[in-house]
């Protein structure tokens, strides 16, 4: 096996799949800073993206808390899964927080 499928079947498919739908928000972000559109394909980044965004954050940080509270659980071999998962999901909303950041802070006005 290489080293990315290790990875992901180490990860499991829900949060492969959470992945995904996270970095494509994370695609999507210089799009949705030019205003909403209404209509046609911009509205999945536009409209869509930022909304899915703080339920992926919540979720990520769910799968935070509870992969601490499985990894402390496991023996010493399933402590390395949960610490690669821990790993991936904090690189995740780091770069979540910090790409759509300033978009929020722009809508909110702070």
């Known amino acids: 096996m290489t080293y990315l499928s290790q ?20 695609i999507s972000a210089p799009i949705a ?13 536009t409209l869509v993206a930022p ?15 509870m992969s601490l509270v499985f990894m402390s659980q496991e023996e010493a071999t399933g402590k390395k899964r949960f610490r690669l998962i821990l790993s991936s999901n904090i690189v995740l909303l780091v770069a979540m927080i910090g790409v759509w950041g300033s978009f929020f802070i722009t809508l909110l006005q702070l």
């Open 33 to 45: 800073s030019n205003g909403a559109t209404y209509e046609g394909l911009l509205v999945l980044p």
């Open 51 to 65: 909304s899915m965004v703080p339920i992926l954050m919540f979720v990520i940080m769910l799968d935070i808390i």
């Open 7 to 26: 990875y992901l079947k180490s990860l499991g498919a829900q949060r492969v799949a959470m992945t995904v739908f996270s970095l494509l928000t994370l």
